[in-house]
């Protein structure tokens, strides 16, 4: 009896295996389509991970799920895309919860100046403090990928080399990053990365504080030929679905996008650690000269100083409003150590 159902067994995956190998593609039509909206062109490392993970979805469910990706800002655009996923204009939005920091207050945390050395680590920190916290600002949305990028870089049109070469500088931050730059003596501008470009070519600002991929990525090492070499913070990226959206899903469905939502913190920060930030870096200097400025030791101590103040205001700011924020960051500086070993 057992012997006749194995071999059965075997013949059913025989037959699979045949049929897969002679038409490997299409061989029933997607029942679920799910369209995911980006607001940064395709050839970004966020971007990358949106492909990536609509390709794994698809394989893992066997072409059950097809996913239609929206790049560049063609469904949603950087301010409007949680709005839009809870409205439908797409099943799922890759926005970043730093470049609202009044909507996502403790997921701001993680844009604290805390140390974090690279976005493995600290993408790695979100995605657990969020599923240990559950923060509130997520009701109504299934997290279905979390990660962040390096710790953002002063990058400047003129040689930023101490305070008073940055006294005063306009400045782009994302949203949780105006702060910093403030406690630097800069004059910050909040703004979301696609308006960055535009913006250094008409002088709105001198330079931009984030992540060094971008220097490649969107062209900025055309105009921006200096790097300070002084780690910030990071900026929190959520991609999120609609909970009802979410909750009509079938079970082998979700089980999937559960087990994706665990890879994509590692998958992403790897990426971008590992590949994306020194390429980008690599390419600048050959075909930008762009040039990575030194701080003085008792220049980046003075640096430190003036930002360590930060995390204490942030958890008064935040206590006020209700929020376990102190507990937060408690946390935070665990998850942050723990996963510092590689
Ligand atoms: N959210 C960004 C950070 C950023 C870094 N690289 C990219 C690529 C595509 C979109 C955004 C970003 C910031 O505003 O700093």
Do not use: C
């Amino acid at each position: 009896m057992n012997r006749r159902k194995s071999n059965s067994g075997l013949f059913v995956a025989l037959a699979a295996g045949l049929i897969g190998f002679s038409a490997p593609m299409a061989v029933h039509a997607a029942e679920i389509t799910l369209t995911y909206a980006f607001f940064a062109p395709a050839r970004t490392f966020p971007a990358r991970q949106m492909t990536h993970w609509a390709e794994q979805l698809a394989k893992r469910t066997n072409g059950k799920v097809d996913v239609k990706t929206f790049p560049g800002g063609t469904l949603l655009g950087a301010k409007e895309m949680y709005d839009g996923v809870a409205k439908g204009v797409a099943n799922i939005g890759l926005g970043s919860p730093s470049y609202d920091p009044g909507r996502f207050p403790l997921t701001s945390g993680v844009a604290l100046p805390v140390g974090f050395t690279n976005a493995t680590q600290a993408s790695r920190t979100l995605w657990a403090l969020t599923k240990e916290f559950k923060p509130k600002e997520y009701d109504g949305f299934k997290v279905i990928a979390m990660f962040t990028t390096e710790p953002g870089f002063i990058q400047t049109k003129t040689a930023v080399r101490n305070a008073a070469d940055l006294a005063g500088m306009k400045l782009r931050a994302a949203g949780t990053g105006v702060p910093v730059l403030k406690a630097l003596g800069a004059a910050p501008i909040g703004m979301p990365m696609p308006e960055v470009p535009q913006a250094v070519q008409t002088g709105v600002i001198n330079g931009t504080m984030t992540s060094r991929e971008v220097l490649q990525d969107f062209k900025l090492a055309e105009s921006l030929k200096f790097v300070t070499d002084y780690p910030t913070v990071v900026v929190a990226f959520a991609a999120v679905m609609d909970q009802k959206k979410w909750d009509k899903l079938p079970a082998d469905v979700k089980k999937v996008i559960e087990e994706l939502a665990e890879e994509m913190p590692g998958w992403t920060g790897n990426y971008h650690d590992n590949e994306n930030v020194g390429a980008a870096m690599a390419w600048a200097a050959k075909e930008h000269k762009l040039q990575v400025v030194s701080l003085a030791a008792d220049e980046r101590a003075r640096w430190d100083g003036k930002l360590k103040p930060m995390e204490a205001e942030w958890v008064t700011e935040m206590s006020a409003k209700g929020l376990p924020a102190a507990a937060y960051l408690k946390r935070m500086h665990e998850l942050r150590d723990q996963f510092a070993k590689r």
